[in-house]
């Protein structure tokens, strides 16, 4: 069955250091989204991602964050100076054509900043 | 601002019993409102919905969305020790943005 996958699993980087996140969305899969889980809180939208642009994001998704597709099949997700704060578990989704389908989610990169 | 909220934050029962779990919403554009799994890490998508009144039924697991009201409830029949999970509601108000609810602890005691 086709999956999500996510790399590194986990991440530990210093404070002020950048992190790329890697994820490989379904093959055919046409949006992209990222989302970040802190430890026992909600899962909170980061960004949308169609036809190579941004097509939404939340107030979380500032100047410090950048998504790219540089390849058509990798989906990154850039933290330029990461913060404490930002400590949380990463998830990449994707959907299908029509955006009504099901969303596929990464198994996630859990992001430790110290 | 688009809102969720899931209702009983936890729940303990035990194999066999059946449970109701509940989200209501508040939202601008609706678009659908999905069901998710999660245990370890990552939710598992169970249910999409965008239509009043339809059920969509999965084995044990079913739901249904009352546009009207803004509710939607899962409903999970003779639970297992495997259902033991947190279930999340979350509404999609157009092809972008998703906002979760904070989420049903559910624990299954055999």
């Known amino acids: 069955e086709p999956e999500v996958t996510q790399t590194p699993s986990h991440q530990v980087t210093q404070m002020g250091q950048e992190v790329i996140l890697r994820c490989v969305p379904i093959s055919n899969h046409l949006y992209f989204y990222w989302y970040r889980q802190i430890l026992g809180q909600k899962v909170e939208f980061l960004v949308s991602?169609?036809?190579?642009?941004?097509?939404?994001k939340s107030e979380i998704f500032d100047d410090q964050f950048s998504v790219e597709r540089p390849d058509g099949s990798n989906f990154t997700l850039k933290i330029r100076s990461t913060k404490l704060e930002d400590s949380a578990m990463y998830f990449c989704?994707?959907?299908?054509?029509?955006?009504?389908?099901?969303?596929?989610f990464g198994p996630g990169t859990r992001l430790t900043v110290l | 601002e688009d809102k969720v909220v899931q209702s009983p934050l936890s729940l303990v029962v035990h194999e066999g019993d059946t449970v109701t779990l509940n989200c209501s919403y508040e939202?601008?554009?609706?678009?659908?409102l999905l069901w998710y799994k999660q245990e370890k890490k990552a939710p598992t998508f169970l249910f999409m919905l965008?239509?009043?009144?339809i059920e969509k039924k999965s084995g044990r697991l079913s739901s249904i969305l009352d546009k009207k009201e803004l509710f939607s409830i899962l409903n999970i029949t003779a639970t297992q020790t495997g259902d033991s999970a947190v279930y999340l509601c979350a509404l999609k108000a157009n092809a972008g943005k998703s906002t979760f609810g904070d989420g049903t602890t559910l624990t299954v005691k055999p």
């Open positions: 989704a994707s959907i299908g054509e029509g955006s009504y389908n099901e969303q596929f």
């Open positions: 939202v601008t554009n609706f678009r659908s």
């Open positions: 965008t239509s009043s009144g």
């Open positions: 991602f169609y036809n190579n642009e941004i097509s939404e």
